[in-house]
Each structure stands twice: as structure tokens, then as C-alpha cells.
């Protein structure tokens, strides 16, 4: 039975390895100290790849950087409603939105990606936005935007963009 078929409980066998490896993390843990502030003023809005370790691409530790991941790394209504709070009640003063290269949202179609999802698993999706776009670029571009036209950020706030090279681990600085 999968965990989305149960009823109650916590699926123990699966994720053991998780909850064994929280158990190292604790003994050792040292950040009980800090605020839910970003100490660095800073929040950046990455994509969820695993190979992206934010905090480590921009030198900094926990408790310095709000970070906020999706697909794509794309400005959504809920990175919008994330920034409102982070801005107005977390010390964000800057914001960087920071996607990366080989990103498969950027590899293909929004009809693309449905269809493979589809014949993946036989769930069609067309009911969501997958906010696909093969233009990193231009899609920076547009998110860039939507957060500096967005009336709701904190006034002195200030806003830019960095692709990130996942083979090579730098930032490029967008100034389109």
C-alpha cells in the first residue's frame, strides 16, 4: 500500500533512511540559536534540482538566506504571497531569483511535459500550469518583472537575477 493509499499513520519502512539520518543531524545539531530573520537580508528563488545548494553557491550558512524552491525556479502567486511575508516580517532586502542550466523546465513544452507525464504514468495533467519555458532568459526576464511591478514588497527592496551553472557552479549575472 503506498502512503498516499493509507489512512493514518507514518510509513516507517520507507523512510527510515530519513528518519535515521534526522537522528545523526540532532546529535550534532547547533543552529537552535537562530530567528526566523534572514540575518543576510537576502532571499533567493531557486529550483527544487537536488544538484542546487544554495546556501553553499552564495557563501552563506543557515539562518542567513530565506530560500524559496519550485520547479523552474519560477515566480508563482505563492513566491509572491512568500516574498510579502519574508520582505514585510523576515528582513529580506534582496532578492535573487536564480534558476540554472540543464533545467528540465526549460527543455521543453508546457504540451511537452504533459504528454510525458502522461505516458509515464497515465495522469493526465493539462489541469496545471507547469510554467515551461525554453527561453531561460526571457523567463527571467518576465519574473524579474512580475516581482518589481508586484505593489505588495516591501518598497526598499531590491531585485535581481544569476543563472546558475550546474556544471560549472557559477552565477551569471542576468542584466537583460
Same mark, same amino acid.
Given at each position: 500500500?503506498?502512503?498516499?493509499?493509507?489512512?493514518?499513520?507514518?510509513?516507517?519502512?520507507?523512510?527510515?533512511?530519513?528518519?535515521?539520518?534526522?537522528?545523526?543531524?540532532?546529535?550534532?545539531?547547533?543552529?537552535?540559536?537562530?530567528?526566523?530573520?534572514?540575518?543576510?537580508?537576502?532571499?533567493?528563488?531557486?529550483?527544487?534540482?537536488? &544538484?542546487?545548494?544554495?546556501?553553499?553557491?552564495?557563501?552563506?550558512?543557515?539562518?542567513?538566506?530565506?530560500?524559496?524552491?519550485?520547479?523552474?525556479?519560477?515566480?508563482?502567486?505563492?513566491?509572491?504571497?512568500?516574498?510579502?511575508?519574508?520582505?514585510?516580517?523576515?528582513?529580506?532586502?534582496?532578492?535573487?531569483?536564480?534558476?540554472?542550466?540543464?533545467?528540465?523546465?526549460?527543455?521543453?513544452?508546457?504540451?511537452?511535459?504533459?504528454?510525458?507525464?502522461?505516458?509515464?504514468?497515465?495522469?493526465?495533467?493539462?489541469?496545471?500550469?507547469?510554467?515551461?519555458?525554453?527561453?531561460?532568459?526571457?523567463?527571467?526576464?518576465?519574473?524579474?518583472?512580475?516581482? &518589481?511591478?508586484?505593489?505588495?514588497?516591501?518598497?526598499?527592496?531590491?531585485?535581481?537575477?544569476?543563472?546558475?551553472?550546474?556544471?560549472?557552479?557559477?552565477?551569471?549575472?542576468? &542584466?537583460?
Amino acid at each position: 500500500m503506498t502512503y498516499l493509499a493509507q489512512e493514518h499513520g507514518f510509513p516507517d519502512d520507507v523512510f527510515a533512511d530519513v528518519v535515521a539520518a534526522n537522528a545523526t543531524y540532532a546529535r550534532n545539531f547547533k543552529d537552535a540559536h537562530l530567528t526566523g530573520k534572514a540575518v543576510q537580508g537576502l532571499a533567493i528563488i531557486t529550483c527544487m534540482d537536488s &544538484r542546487i545548494e544554495p546556501l553553499a553557491i552564495v557563501g552563506m550558512r543557515p539562518g542567513d538566506v530565506k530560500i524559496i524552491r519550485n520547479a523552474g525556479a519560477r515566480v508563482t502567486e505563492d513566491v509572491l504571497r512568500t516574498l510579502v511575508l519574508a520582505t514585510h516580517l523576515l528582513g529580506v532586502r534582496r532578492i535573487l531569483v536564480m534558476p540554472h542550466t540543464d533545467c528540465r523546465m526549460a527543455s521543453g513544452t508546457e504540451a511537452e511535459v504533459h504528454a510525458q507525464i502522461l505516458a509515464a504514468s497515465g495522469m493526465d495533467t493539462r489541469s496545471l500550469e507547469i510554467r515551461t519555458e525554453r527561453d531561460q532568459e526571457q523567463a527571467l526576464r518576465s519574473d524579474l518583472t512580475r516581482i &518589481r511591478a508586484f505593489p505588495l514588497l516591501h518598497p526598499q527592496v531590491d531585485v535581481a537575477g544569476a543563472i546558475y551553472n550546474v556544471s560549472s557552479g557559477l552565477l551569471q549575472p542576468f &542584466r537583460g
